[in-house]
């Protein structure tokens, strides 16, 4: 079995359609006898229609590593959470913030009234979420994401990196997102954990597509790591192949390469 684990906003797709071009590649690989695996900042709702559209495996790793679930019964097959008091460490911290604070739960999403972004992105997917009015949350939470202006996430960055050194796994998602994360999780954990736990076979090859610091950690556990040309420039220095932005349908790019040196 050769697996392909590929991100998906900025790498495989924009917004909530895959375009027809990447489908068909993807479907030209299942066909060789690939599997295709996504591994996502998103919850499982919300990627529920990229793993239709492209066929991929029932499982997905979403959350960026902090959970992996059955996209089938919507189950947990592993999960890492923040504990009650490290959740009240960091909001504590960020609670007056101007950055956008969402903080996933099982499948939902906390957030203050002011983070309207954020509650409008939950309106729009159908995403459940829920107002919280003060730092103390009671329910699970696995991951704690910022958004704003990249300078201000930059900073914040440095803020938390320089408090809670080692403490958390602490990286972007993206130029405007900040995701603080159980220490040691991202994706390349997750699937490491999934063929460590036994819950998928050790596969031939395994192929990695991402296109910033989130997917750091499954690019270079790969056996090939691919980045779209427009990626983060910090994990340009991991790719094995480079491929067109994802505007450039550069999906069909990778699937042509992968088939035609028979892999």
């Known amino acids: 079995m050769n697996l392909l684990v590929t991100d998906i906003d900025c790498t495989l797709s924009v917004g909530e359609t895959v375009s027809a071009e990447v489908v068909s590649a993807c479907r030209m690989l299942c066909d060789n006898g690939w599997q295709i695996m996504i591994a996502t900042g998103r919850t499982l709702q919300s990627c529920l229609s990229h793993k239709r559209q492209i ?5 997905a790793i979403v959350y960026d590593g902090a959970r992996i679930m059955s996209a089938g019964s919507g189950k947990e097959i592993l999960g890492f959470e923040l504990s009650h008091d490290e959740v009240l460490e960091i909001l504590e911290l960020s609670w007056d913030s101007e950055l956008e604070i969402q903080v996933t739960g099982d499948e939902n999403i906390y957030c203050r009234w002011s983070d309207a972004e954020t509650r409008d992105f939950c309106q729009k997917t159908g995403l459940s979420y829920e ?5 103390n949350i009671e329910g699970k939470v696995y991951r704690i994401a910022f958004w704003g202006e990249q300078k201000k996430i930059r900073s914040f960055e440095l803020i938390l990196k320089n408090k809670f050194y080692k403490k958390f796994s602490i990286t972007r998602g993206g130029d405007n997102f900040l ?20 819950y998928i076979r050790l596969p031939e090859i395994i192929v990695a597509a991402g296109d910033h610091m989130n997917d750091y950690e499954l690019l270079e556990y790969a056996d090939i790591s691919v980045v779209p040309h427009d990626c983060a420039p910090e994990i340009l220095k991991l790719a094995d192949v480079i491929m067109p932005s994802v505007e450039g349908n550069g999906f069909s790019f990778l699937a042509k390469i992968l088939i035609d040196c028979n892999l």
Do not use: M, Q, W
Not at 55 to 59: G, I
Not at 131 to 135: C, T
């Open 55 to 59: 066929s991929a495996l029932d499982t």
């Open 131 to 135: 107002i919280i009015d003060s730092p």
């Open 179 to 198: 995701d603080v994360l159980p220490c040691g999780v991202s994706k390349g954990y997750a699937l490491k954990e999934l063929i460590r736990r036994e």
